[in-house]
């Protein structure tokens, strides 16, 4: 590093308000102090070259603190830890736009987004930018960030529990690590910052239904609901997975079931997706007798109605609904007329379409557990146009449609699968390394669990399944 030139480095800013004589010497004619002194009084500027070969200075108030700087400047080039001021004075919403495609991968397509980035941007979008956006990335504060993070909880009248809290902070703090990465600041000001408790829940509340609550449950919902909540519980098929089945990956003579896709609702709007939750979610599932009946009988209520399709369409083909095997109501399609009456077609399901029949049913199930909440969100005022905070009470209800796939993996316990197993069967990464590594899934593992879970039930045709092993569960230590 080039820190010295033929000048003075440091030199002294010329000014009017010194009497030292380079400083007469450059303003004669100003009032001059009334007595002349031999020290610069003024600002020492500091000058440096920095790696890239760009002459760069800065003032100090004294000359020992431009010498001081232009020591540390000197080691931290020699280290390679030199850090270029104006890569942090660009603002939290600009790194943002430049950090975001860095997690998004090659697939900018909202529609490849996995459900953790959407939820990430949904956070970003919702919590964070509101507050930092036009703040510097180095002028990011550790205690302005607590404060923030204290004023999501509800408890402090923000609108997320602590869980939420936590995943908000957890983007906020792999941006700025980042950026400090990316050489823009010289430390992370998040690190540290202490995160709300999460409360334990009631052991009811973390326990999943029973199957005769199912029961219960199903005989409150809409018809065109019950089939849906038959196949959930008895294959541990995620929403998303369930929304996005299509009849050609339905095998009704194998009963087998296979997950290639899912649905997905990015800012409201439903798409495909290749793939499911992870690479664990692309999988084979087998369907007991009863899910097998379910579906003839959907299949025959689809075919009376019109023909659904089998065919196995792309991404780029749309949504394809006559291939959905669950659906909602049938609801006319906008813009499009039929001899002069609205066509229909079978809509794709939503999270927000069946939540709000589920919480029905449960309530009149006489099963429902709620817990109510009062939040302070942010809402627009029609009259000035502008957000301000509005207290509105939020309800936390047991169970939920997704309690299904909890309710399946403890009846997998219960009949004695194995752990590795139930993860292909669940589509959950690998559990414990330990457990991988020494006990292997067979072959036919769907073959196997078909068979554990008709073991015992009167004409059980279990095809393709291994005779005389009954699979029992093993656990990682």
């Known amino acids: 590093m080039q820190t010295t030139t033929p000048a003075r480095n440091p030199r002294p800013n010329p000014s009017m308000r010194c009497g030292c004589p380079p400083c007469l010497k450059k303003h004669p004619r100003n009032p001059r102090p009334p007595v002349p002194i031999e020290e610069h009084a003024g600002s ?52 943002w736009r430049l950090w975001w495609p860095t997690q998004t991968g090659s697939e900018m397509r909202i529609e490849h987004w996995t459900q953790a980035q959407l939820r990430d941007e949904g956070m970003w979008r919702n919590h964070i930018s509101p507050t930092f956006a036009g703040t510097k990335l180095f002028e990011m504060e550790w205690r302005e960030i607590q404060l923030w993070v204290n004023s999501l909880h509800y408890k402090n009248g923000g609108p997320l529990a602590a869980s939420s809290v936590t995943k908000c902070f957890q983007v906020l703090d792999r941006m700025l690590e980042d950026a400090r990465r990316d050489r823009r600041i010289p430390f992370n000001p998040a690190e540290g910052v202490k995160l709300p408790t999460i409360e ?90 009863l ?123 219960a009949i004695g699968v194995p752990e590795v197993i139930a993860q292909e069967i669940l589509g959950h990464e690998r559990g414990g390394k330990v457990t991988w590594i020494y006990t292997h899934a067979a072959a036919d593992y769907a073959g196997q669990v078909l068979a554990a879970l008709e073991d015992g039930k009167p004409g059980a045709r279990t095809p393709g399944a291994g005779r005389g092993r009954r699979l029992r569960m093993v656990a990682a230590a």
């Open 44 to 95: 020492w500027e500091a000058r440096y070259t920095d790696p890239n070969g760009k002459g760069r200075s800065k003032n100090w108030p004294t000359e020992t603190e431009a010498i001081n700087f232009l020591e540390e400047t000197r080691t931290a080039m020699r280290h390679r830890t030199w850090i270029d001021p104006a890569r942090g004075e660009i603002s939290t919403g600009a790194w």
């Open 200 to 289: 334990k829940k009631h052991p009811e509340d973390r326990r999943p239904p029973s199957y005769a609550q199912l029961w219960l449950i199903r005989q409150k919902l809409p018809e065109y609901l019950q089939g849906l909540l038959i196949v959930a519980q008895e294959t541990g098929l995620r929403f998303q997975e369930l929304a996005g089945l299509r009849w050609c990956r339905v095998d009704l003579e194998a009963r087998r079931l296979h997950v290639r896709e899912v649905l997905v609702e990015p800012r409201g709007k439903v798409k495909r997706k290749a793939y499911p939750k992870s690479d664990a979610g692309l999988r084979t599932v087998p369907l007991t007798g």
């Open 291 to 413: 899910a097998v009946r379910v579906l003839r009988e959907l299949w025959a209520d689809e075919s009376a109605e019109g023909t659904p399709s089998l065919a196995v369409s792309e991404l780029a083909d749309g949504l394809r609904e006559d291939e959905l095997v669950f659906h909602g109501r049938n609801e006319i399609r906008r813009g499009s007329k039929v001899n002069g009456v609205g066509e229909r077609y079978r809509a794709p399901l939503r999270r927000g379409s069946v939540r709000r029949p589920w919480t029905t049913a449960i309530e009149a199930a006489g099963i429902a557990r709620k817990t109510v909440r009062e939040v302070t969100v942010q809402k627009t005022d029609p009259a000035t146009g502008r957000k301000r905070p509005v207290k509105e009470e939020r309800t936390d209800w047991w169970p939920v449609f997704s309690d299904t796939r909890d309710a399946f993996a403890s009846r997998l316990h």
